[in-house]
């Protein structure tokens, strides 16, 4: 099992900045990829961004050019940079971590993290 722990949401005004922080604990070898997705009020879980452990990333269209995301190996943790924060990114963030270990794919998520930007 992998245990995730988020943290760095909150409330923030338009325009602001915010970082989100994930670590990764218990089977963390065979990790390939770790990423955030997010859940909008009324809207599906979609993916903010993610990067594989050789540290290729990907995108929302949406959020392109605003976040960043990085990890650190050494300390198991993904981080999303999130700067010109708008509204419409508000929603729960949640950590993900995809693993594959003898052909077989494993996901975990961590328990979510509440980001709203609002005046």
């Known amino acids: 099992q992998v245990q995730l722990v988020e943290s760095g949401g909150g409330l923030v005004q338009p325009g602001g900045s915010l970082r989100l922080s994930c670590a990764a604990s218990?089977?963390?070898?065979?990790?390939?990829?770790m990423g955030w997705y997010r859940q909008a009020p009324g809207k599906q879980h979609e993916l903010v961004a993610s990067?594989?452990?050789?540290?290729?990333?990907n995108y929302a269209d949406s959020v392109k050019a605003r976040f960043t995301i990085s990890r650190d190996n050494t300390k198991n943790t993904v981080y999303l940079q999130m700067n010109s924060l708008k509204p419409e990114d508000t929603g729960v963030y949640y950590c993900?971590?995809?693993?594959?270990?003898?052909?077989?794919?494993?996901?975990?998520w961590g328990q979510g993290t509440q980001v709203t930007v609002s005046s």
């Open positions: 993900n971590v995809h693993r594959v270990s003898r052909g077989v794919h494993y996901d975990y």
């Open positions: 218990g089977i963390i070898f065979s990790i390939n990829a």
């Open positions: 990067i594989t452990s050789g540290g290729t990333t």
